[in-house]
């Protein structure tokens, strides 16, 4: 630590080049901020990618009938759709950028635990990232067995799919590393006096996350490994031909895929988590309970991948059992709704850009999390499975659960990561419109789904032509939204006016210290005492 | 690295040892997938994977349990000699452990090679055309599992051929040890899943 002399206090990570300069300055840099705002700006860029393509998908649905492609163009673009959103930025999304950027300066760190590995997850990262896309250059088409890789028809297909599965397999790599470094920054890195009851609930989901990520994703990795050596060797272990059961490859996907939903949950928890209490002014109500129902989704969620598989051929037992599983993970999910809820209640709310996306977060996520249970009970989910009654589901969950939670954490913790305010009034205009044409979006295919229109095809009946249009004009008003945020947030990086320490009144660490942040976050680490708390206004 | 200055002095010997442990459940996590799937297997195909296990050499399979238990005990060695400043020492018993590793391999050459003359190996025509379903499963099994841990012996020798280099150039030594007990741990893991797989595939007939 005697270097730390070396490095000014007063001089911010964004300014502070050290040895290079230029893009050199970023993509070698050690700092836990820098490599925060590294996987935002790739995984910006990604999901750009991402939108463009569920753009396509909403035109090619806004009639029956072939609008701009086929079939076979049409399962391209779901899988590689799905591929993007689901490994490249919703799972990795939350804890790589703000947990990257925020946990250390969160427990009063200087750094994570071991920050060359963090920087070398990043370069795993984008190194799956570009296997994935090299898929859709080369070879003989692109991947079109939807995300999941289903077997048999994942090594039977002619289309592109090694790179793909083993672009995956790197990416779930990248976040294995991640989730131990987060793990041993928790365990060892703590300022003096914050016991685990001290540290915000921000940090403590990035720790729930951080185990699921460890002990989940080498399942779904070996069990990719399976699927490529299947398709180069023919092993039979998956191949109905040779021996193999394709159902044993849905259970060992499902075993890790189910948990990742609360890796892409838990850190928006944690981040909505963040903001009410500060835009409340006032104590978050309950802090033991959101933290024991975080470990507790954490610990159920292993239980439930069954979930997905009803109508694939399991015995009734298995069924009600998973059924069971499945509605008591929902349990600990609505109790910190409660909590979020009953921290507003007599609080002095504030009414910000982050607030109004974290009271949206509240109002998508529960719509998403009450359609789950349609799909958990075992009658209703055999009668709307495989249907777009599943995809709005998801897209509740996943785009306005996490989606939502990612730009009320942007707008939270932007003045802290740039040093400047953003334009209210755009800011709460992008909301607006986005939270609008998100609804006009997925709302329908609840119907659809109910009417019994399938999903993944690029085809339908004429009697569902209606609610598609709505859904497709919901596509774009979500996407004019979406625009007027992301200029309002350039605009506002580079000529935004300067923010204070503590814009919003916050009482975590990260307030405390200078906006931007100094390279080494704390002139002098931060002592915990017994009155001290995360959360004491 | 420009930045890295101040976090060079951070060493916690404690943190990065818990590091390891939990990179080995990821390892036990990863192979416990394929535990599974043979697990299931087995049930299904009793008869043919007791007839399949018998074209296995106990054999070498054995000769290599002792290799890697030998080498367990070396590496442990090793790091008892660096804690009492015997340089010398921890490299000879280092270069023990990996000497062990590359004999370990060569047997798996062989043994594999001597499958493939028979044609069996994975998609051969010999399987497919004269072994029942369960036998090739087996011996898909088989090649994935003890390849996928030879692959893991060759990694571990990578990890100890760096921590070789270390303590020779002295930046690993009696008070900055971390990185030579956590080769040791890695290397133990490797021993451990041998120890699952040999009685799995050799053993139980
Ligand atoms: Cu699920």
Known sequence: ?537 | MSQAIHHDEHYDAEGSKIAMWLFIFTELLLFGGLFIIYSVYRYLNQDAFHLAAEELNTTIGAINTVILLVSSMTIAMSTSALQKRQKGTTLLLLGITLFLGLVFLVNKYFEWGVKFEHGIFPGSEHMTENLSQGEILFFGLYFVMTGLHALHIIIGMIIIGVTVAKVSSGKVHADRSALLENSGLYWHLVDLIWIFLFPLFYLIH
Do not use: C
């Open chain 1, 1 to 537: 630590m005697q270097a730390s002399s070396h490095i000014p206090h007063d001089v911010s990570y964004l300014e502070y080049k050290g040895k290079h300069n230029g893009l050199l300055s970023w993509i070698l840099s050690t700092d836990h901020k820098r490599i925060g705002l590294l996987y935002m700006y790739s995984m910006m860029t990604l999901f750009l990618v991402g939108v463009v393509l569920g753009l396509a998908m909403k035109f090619e649905l806004i009639a029956p009938g072939k609008t701009i492609m086929d079939a076979q163009d049409y399962n391209a673009v779901f899988t590689v759709h799905g591929v993007i959103m689901i490994f490249m930025i919703v799972v990795p999304g939350l804890p790589a950028v703000f947990g990257n950027f925020l946990l250390p300066i969160m427990i009063g760190a200087k750094d994570v635990a071991f920050p060359k590995l963090n920087l070398a997850s990043w370069y795993v990262y984008i190194a799956g990232a570009l296997l994935v896309i090299a898929s859709l250059l080369f070879g003989d088409g692109s991947p079109d067995t939807g995300w999941t890789f289903y077997a048999p028809y994942s090594f039977k297909t002619g289309a592109n799919m090694l790179p793909a599965i083993f672009g995956a397999f790197v990416l779930g790599f990248s976040s294995i590393l991640t989730g131990l470094n987060f793990i041993v920054t928790i365990h060892r890195m703590r300022a003096p006096g914050m016991g685990w009851t001290k540290m915000p609930l921000f940090p403590w989901t990035l720790y729930g996350t951080a185990w699921i990520q460890l002990l989940a994703t080498p399942v779904v990795g070996i069990t990719l490994v399976l699927v490529a050596l299947e398709r180069i060797f023919g092993i039979g272990v998956f191949d109905p031909a040779l021996g193999g059961d394709p159902i044993l490859y849905q259970h060992l996907f499902w075993i890790y895929s189910h948990p990742a939903v609360y890796i892409m949950i838990l850190p928006a928890m944690g981040a909505i988590s963040e903001v009410i209490p500060t835009f409340s002014q006032k104590h978050v109500f309950g802090y033991k309970a959101i933290v024991a129902s975080t470990m507790a989704i954490a610990f159920v969620g292993y239980f439930v991948w069954g979930h997905h598989m009803f109508t694939s051929g399991m015995s009734g037992t298995a069924q009600y059992t998973f059924s069971i599983l499945t509605f008591l993970v929902a349990i600990p999910s609505a109790i910190k709704v409660f909590n979020w809820i009953s921290t507003m209640y007599k609080g002095s709310i504030n009414v910000q850009t982050p607030f109004y996306w974290a009271a949206s977060f509240i109002f998508v996520f529960m719509i998403g999390g009450l359609s789950g249970l349609v799909l958990g009970a075992l009658a209703t989910d055999v009668y709307v499975h495989d249907t777009a009654f599943v995809v709005a589901h998801f897209h509740f969950i996943v785009f306005g659960g996490v989606g939502f939670a990612f730009f009320a954490a942007i707008h939270y913790w932007f003045p802290k990561m740039f040093g400047r305010m953003y334009d209210s009034l755009w800011a709460n205009v992008g909301w607006i419109i986005f939270f609008i044409g998100f609804l006009a979006l997925y709302s329908p295919m609840f119907y659809l789904g109910m009417q019994g229109m399938p999903r993944r095809y690029y085809d339908y009946l004429e009697q569902f032509h209606a609610a598609n249009i709505l859904s497709t004009l919901g596509s774009w008003v979500m996407t004019l939204g979406l625009v007027i945020i992301i200029i309002n947030l350039f605009r506002s990086a580079k000529s935004g006016p300067i923010a204070g320490k503590n814009p919003w009144n916050g009482k975590t660490l990260e307030w405390t210290v200078p906006s931007p942040p100094p390279v080494e976050n704390f002139e002098t680490i931060p002592v915990y005492h017994e009155k001290d708390g995360p959360y004491e206004y």
